[in-house]
């Protein structure tokens, strides 16, 4: 495989804040990635573009349409601010109605596939009843999903609740759904000490993309770093990783997750770790040299 045959995108959130999506758009295809994948996290700027009306919709669609580049995927993180889990049945509330909105701003732009936060609370204290919850908001999510025909694919989190594939796994075959699908974080994966190329063969049936970061390990007087961990100075093999995904003939798209959208140079970082994440590609063989 060459390098161009990759499907890689970038974060949203590795790119300049205050710009339009024209812009932010223009700014991720000279720097040679393929697709942009939206956040709509906790803040209330982010979580408004669920209320865009249909000429603001409109207006991205075809913004995105006049570009060479695709926004594919959204990264939902809005859901650890109000969970599915939660002991407040209003914040339950208002979890699923963030779905219902998420799945149909997906249907209205062409988005395919929601990466969801695999929490069931994250400022609450989880407990069986939180669990309980969790599951019942994701088969109502997943109902919702399969109507539209949107993909909802779990990320591996920086939480224990969702730590590892195997998980994952466990989780689905309580929720059955072909729209249930998962989306590794290989940060993630490798922070809490999986297999990873084990984790890898163990879900590549449902893995639908990848994120790529680094991360600093969980240790007993660790707690674990998974964000902005320059890439080169984690615990993450991403040759191992690579080179799995070569034998299973992975041919999914893969995601740069960065947060340099507040850098001085954002350009210059995102494209030393793209040239950085090629060359372990080809340490793994999963490009040619």
């Not at 709509?40 to 919709?57: H, I, K, N, P, Y």
């Not at 969970?83 to 998420?102: C, F, N, T, Y």
């Not at 297999?195 to 163990?202: A, H, I, R, S, Y």
């Not at 991403?238 to 140079?265: C, S």
Request: hydrophobic share 40%.
């Amino acid at each position: 495989m060459k390098r161009e045959d990759i499907k890689l995108g970038i974060y949203e959130k590795a790119l300049p804040e205050n710009i339009d999506w024209a812009t932010r758009l223009s700014m991720a295809e000279k720097l040679g990635f393929t697709h942009v994948e939206i956040s709509v996290d906790e803040t209330d700027e982010r979580l408004a573009r669920l209320e865009w009306t249909v000429a603001e919709r409109k207006e991205f669609c075809q913004t995105v349409l006049d570009s060479p580049l695709t926004v594919p995927t959204m990264c939902l993180s809005g859901h650890r601010r109000y969970p599915l889990g939660s002991h407040d049945p209003e914040v339950r509330r208002q979890a699923l109605e963030i779905m219902e909105k998420a799945i149909l701003f997906c249907v209205d732009t062409g988005v395919r596939t929601i990466q969801l936060a695999g929490y069931d609370v994250y400022y609450e204290q989880g407990d069986e009843d939180t669990r309980r919850w969790y599951l019942e908001g994701m088969q109502k999510s997943l109902e919702m999903a399969a109507r539209e025909q949107v993909m909802l694919a779990m990320e591996i989190m920086d939480h224990p609740f969702m730590s590892s594939i195997v998980k994952f796994m466990n989780v689905r075959k309580l929720l059955p759904s072909p729209w249930f699908t998962v989306y590794p974080d290989i940060g993630n994966l490798s922070a809490w000490g999986n297999d990873v190329p084990g984790e890898l063969e163990l879900g590549f049936p449902h893995i639908v993309a990848l994120h790529l970061k680094e991360t600093v390990g969980v240790t007993d007087t660790h707690q674990g770093t998974f964000k902005e961990v320059p890439f080169g100075t984690g615990c993450v093999d991403f040759p191992a990783a690579f080179a799995v995904l070569k034998k299973l003939n992975y041919q999914g798209p893969f995601l740069l997750e960065m947060w340099t959208e507040k850098a001085e140079d954002p350009g210059k970082e995102i494209t030393e770790a793209r040239e950085w994440i090629f060359q372990r590609m080809i340490e793994g063989g999963l490009i040619d040299g």
